[in-house]
């Protein structure tokens, strides 16, 4: 069974940039894809990119996509979202996920972190 712990999250100021990482345990980690998602208060889940079980594809929504980076490293068993460029809508809950059936395109993750918060001030 995974677990996943994200943390990195906080308060920026609108152009700043983040970090946020998920530790994982648990020997199937690097069988798996992983996923980002976040969640603004009222707002449906957002799928935000995944990145395949070896590192080598990875996959950006529209929303994120040239300024959000997902980066894995099986070794450390972590996963990585870099973000850049950030903006007040950016503002939400950030998770992460995986599970034996989650694909790139952000379906069929059901292992979820507790996540992190971040938060962006213009």
């Known amino acids: 069974q995974v677990q996943l712990v994200e943390s990195g999250g906080g308060l920026v100021l609108a152009g700043d940039s983040l970090r946020l990482s998920c530790a994982a345990s648990?020997?199937?980690?690097?069988?798996?894809?992983m996923g980002w998602f976040r969640q603004a208060p009222g707002k449906e889940r957002e799928f935000l990119a995944a990145?395949?079980?070896?590192?080598?594809?990875?996959y950006h929504a529209d929303s994120v996509r040239g300024r959000f980076t997902i980066s894995r490293d099986n070794r450390k068993n972590t996963v990585y979202l870099q973000m850049n460029s950030l903006k007040p809508e950016d503002t939400a809950g950030y998770y992460c996920?995986?599970?034996?059936?989650?694909?790139?395109?952000?379906?069929?993750?059901?292992?979820w972190g507790q996540g992190t918060q971040v938060t962006v001030s213009s």
């Open positions: 990145v395949s079980w070896n590192g080598d594809i990875t």
């Open positions: 996920a995986t599970g034996p059936l989650a694909t790139l395109e952000g379906r069929g993750y059901d292992r």
């Open positions: 648990g020997r199937t980690f690097t069988r798996y894809n």
